[in-house]
């Protein structure tokens, strides 16, 4: 990346949707978007790449606990790479920030997985080589001020598979469509849990969590597609869910209020 940091404001509309319409909605947005030119080949003729999210939040979970409440600003600290650890493919810090309905993404290059992982200690940023550019890094400073200022600690790790499409019209901006398929999690207690092994399924098998990203107005085709599909936006927090059956199984009821209403609707039907 020819910069060290970004930071970006859109808007995110999430979908709790059947497995089997993965191939109706690709048909739908083919004549407006093309897979992801940075993807990789995920196979079955899906490109895309696998996402890999440590979290970290307070040892009195404050994060988690403003996700229910459904605080109107918070943030969601995590690390965040993908693909395999020999992939060496950039680490980044991130903060992401929900203000009212926008999205505000704070994210910093750090290093590369293998780099990672190579790094000892609690706190592998510390042990990494900050240039005077890493030390004035906004995004960094301001990940490194509320994990470290606030005492925040790994929490979970999630895992899923990501296709990723983009809108053919450079003139929209970024405007992204993605299908995030097998979302699993696992409670992390280090760090170094970047890659640990995911074996708590977030979604239930046989659905898939789709998200249109856009920065001001979502494209005609966007509309369509929600048209076609009868489908209505729900809050869907990777994050609140992982907490929520990795490290507060005694209380269903989060889990339950943290559950997309599709799935809720499921359940019923069952």
Known sequence: MSRRWQQSGRYELKYVIPAGWRSTVVDLIR???NPDPKAGDLGRGRKGYQVNSLYFDTARLSDYF????????RDRLRVRTYDGPEARRPVFLENKRKCGRMVIKHRSVLCDSRQWLECTGPQPWFGLDWSADGARDYAASIFRQLVEGGRRRPVSTVRYE???FVDRDPGQGRVRLTLDHDVRATAATTAHDLFASSEVRLIP???TVME????RYAPAWM???RRELAIHAVPVSKFGLSVARCLRGAYPRELRALTPRPLLEREYAA
């Open 31 to 33: 004549p407006f978007a």
């Open 66 to 73: 403003e996700r229910l409440d459904q605080a109107k600003v």
């Open 162 to 164: 990501r296709e990723a």
């Open 205 to 207: 098998q046989g659905w």
């Open 212 to 215: 249109l990203k856009f920065e």
């Open 223 to 225: 509309h369509m597609l």
